[in-house]
């Protein structure tokens, strides 16, 4: 096993999450496309092709950094895997951003992808990138579709790394749960593990080569998931706010998936209620707070 | 009037096609990407965008370069208009090759796109980028999204730049035109005057912001387009070769174009029967063969 990470400044990177297998996997830090990657992927069996940018409004700012991390990058790497590890099932990390604002609901795969965003535009590209390369290198790659997900082991330190978990840092830091235009827009709401789930078995499944599925969980506002918050952690409070004119420009309304196509074909749902996923969640914080703020 | 060329190697640049302007117009050589193209587009009202790669099969073998050439480079493009011509009105130059093979005919602008090729995918993002701009920055951008092209001024040096004027230039040559698996697959055709009356037209009317349009053309077989070139030309003959293999893995089956948006939108249709303009074609490269090739 080898994680390959950029370590990229306020992504993800966390080697705390690490700790429990240090010295029985390889971890190589630098980016998909460096050549460095090539000894790392020969001949693998399993890709979870995890990279990628996902800050909606900051790829508006910097969108030929953010075309590079989720297009580019990922084109580099899929032509060193159709030449060096041909047989790899690769799973691809797409999100429901690549839908924009939804024209019906729940949401299904084959709904028209017009992004509100570069990071969208971008990841609808390196999607597609995967997809084509299944058709035509025979490559067993395939994408699940993320929606919005909580969880442990996630960047607590900035806003736009997934808007969930910052609600529970403030919350946990003691001050309110900002919610813009009210929070009354739906999500999609999935625990991290449900989400582990779903790319294990659609990588063990032989039938997503090519394919694209939406994972979905609990549809709910989003002030509904701040007041969760708040009752399961027995303290702290919701405040509503104005929208920012840079997060309003990306606001796609409600959100609700239909992933009834990840059911049938690789049999997964979302399994963990929100109740237990958000307990687990407020618990892991309050005990390791010091190693990811 | 500027012109922007970056005369990549095998592209249209031409010198022969912009002699009756010399002196008229600035020509600069220069990618789009480049910080040169800043003074020229500076308070510009119109900004016809053709700047891309085209050829299906070279973006398989290059993806990387045809992905700078179709959406890095205009997201820089961009970048520039939306801070120094932000009244500009800009159009781009979209694909039927963006649609992937045909799920149902005629093809509208609401028909899924799922690309055979990285030229494709490529596109797409350029043209997402065009009409993201619009809606964000209140660019007045659009794009048209051709079908095969043929007539004067041609690029007729590989036959990736565009088979049916490779058809013509083979028959002049007085070598048989290659039918790939029998030419049976049709193609919405439409004579160049046609395209560059859609882009006048596109770029005039006041309701193509952030709005992408098909044009279409007539109907046919490559193999009744072939069989016209030659029966116009009063001589040559047509050739039926099994597909090459790359070529084969992008062939998209039949293709036609609803473009009905685009005639209630800004009232235009495809003008020049299919006679008038290989006529006019055939007698301009007989004319000026020695300008092309």
Chains 1, 2 share one sequence.
């Not at 032989?206 to 939406?214: L, Q, R």
Request: charge should be neutral.
């Amino acid at each position: 096993v080898a994680i390959i990470d950029s370590k990229a400044p306020f992504a993800g990177a966390n080697e705390f999450n690490l700790a429990p297998v240090v010295g029985k996997v390889t971890l190589k830090v630098c980016d998909i496309a460096d050549k460095e990657v090539a000894p790392l992927v020969e001949g693998a069996d399993y890709i979870f092709n995890l990279a990628g940018a996902l800050n909606h409004t900051e790829s508006m700012r910097n969108p030929l950094s953010d075309l590079h991390a989720n297009c580019a990058a990922h084109v580099s790497f899929l032509e060193l895997l159709r030449k060096s590890a041909p047989s790899a099932r690769v799973l691809y990390a797409g999100t429901r951003g690549q839908y924009g604002a939804p024209k019906y609901l729940p949401v299904d795969e084959s709904h028209p992808m017009r992004s509100t965003d570069a990071n969208g535009i971008n990841k609808i590209a390196g999607e597609a990138y995967h997809l084509l390369y299944a058709k035509h290198y025979d490559l067993h790659a395939c994408s699940i579709r993320l929606s919005n997900t909580y969880g442990p082991r996630h960047v607590m330190t900035n806003p736009g790394q997934g808007v969930l978990n910052w609600f529970i840092r403030k919350n946990l830091d003691g001050e309110p749960i900002e919610l813009f235009g009210g929070g009354g827009q739906k999500r999609d709401i999935h625990f991290v593990d449900d989400v582990v789930d779903a790319m294990l078995l659609a990588l063990a499944s032989p039938h997503t080569k090519g394919e694209a599925y939406n994972l979905g969980g609990e549809a709910m506002s989003l002030k509904a998931f701040a007041e969760a918050v708040v009752r399961l952690a027995g303290k702290g409070r919701v405040q509503v706010r104005a929208y920012p004119p840079s997060f309003k420009a990306v606001e796609i309304g409600d959100y609700q998936a239909d992933y009834s196509k990840a059911e049938k074909t690789f049999g997964w749902k979302p399994a963990t209620p929100l109740e237990e996923g958000l307990n687990r969640t407020l618990r892991y914080y309050e005990q390791y707070r010091s190693y990811y703020w």
